[in-house]
T-cell receptor, first 112, second 114 residues
């Protein structure tokens, strides 16, 4: 069965520092992968998605992610974190009937 | 364009009470989903629908029922609420047969069962 693993439950970075959030997937064929962000008390907003083509994907808010088949990974990156990036981040993959299969999330805290 | 709208946004129930959560989407999407979000567990699929009049079980369906009488609405029912159903519930919708298209989410319903 398809699955997504986010190994980091909680990450703290300083404002202005770079960020990398890890995501590993389990799927034999080319997966459809997504990163969502959830601000406190809010719904989920799509940051970026990958389903084919260029393995480096650009998203909103200055985020990017790289699909690496050899490592079964789809890590999210940002070169310089802003305080407003503090939120919970979810990696997800698309399963049968278009349903999303989510990882357990990574909570990002940003120190001034 | 409202997207996906969930009502209510907050609710407190007593154990054994029933309630219905409403999800409405105005994007003419075929597929609709109900998820629950619990700390440390991400979002887990409760039930989903691939079209009007159809429903199917997801990962954690026990204690919930759903109905999709109209294409734009997807209702989630709790017949006899239990404290274990305290959670944040999210509805989502997406178009049919396009795996590259993202799902659109509502703002969530925070349910507390006491």
């Amino acid at each position: 069965a398809q699955s997504v693993t986010q190994p980091d439950i909680h990450i703290t970075v300083s404002e202005g520092a770079s960020l990398e959030l890890r995501c590993n997937y389990s799927y034999g064929a080319t997966p459809y992968l997504f990163w969502y962000v959830q601000s406190p008390g809010q719904g989920l907003q799509l940051l970026l998605k990958y389903f084919s083509g260029d393995t480096l994907v650009q998203g909103i808010k200055g985020f990017e992610a790289e699909f690496k088949r050899s490592q079964s990974s789809f890590n999210l990156r940002k070169p310089s974190v802003h305080w407003s990036d503090a939120a919970e981040y979810f990696c997800a993959t698309r399963g049968a009937t278009n349903k999303l299969i989510f990882g357990t999330g990574t909570l990002l805290a940003v120190q001034p | 364009n409202a997207g996906v709208t969930q009502t209510p946004k907050f609710r407190v129930l007593k154990t054994g009470q029933s309630m219905t959560l409403l999800c409405a989407q105005d994007m003419n999407h075929e597929y609709m989903y109900w998820y629950r979000q619990d700390p440390g567990m991400g979002l887990r699929l409760i039930h989903y629908s691939v079209g009007e009049g159809t429903t199917a079980k997801g990962e954690v369906p026990d204690g919930y029922n759903v109905s999709r009488l109209k294409k734009q609405n997807f209702l989630l029912g709790l017949e006899s609420a239990a404290p274990s159903q305290t959670s944040v519930y999210f509805c989502a919708s997406t178009i049919i047969s396009d795996r590259g298209t993202e799902a659109f989410f509502g703002q969530g319903t925070r349910l507390t069962v006491v």
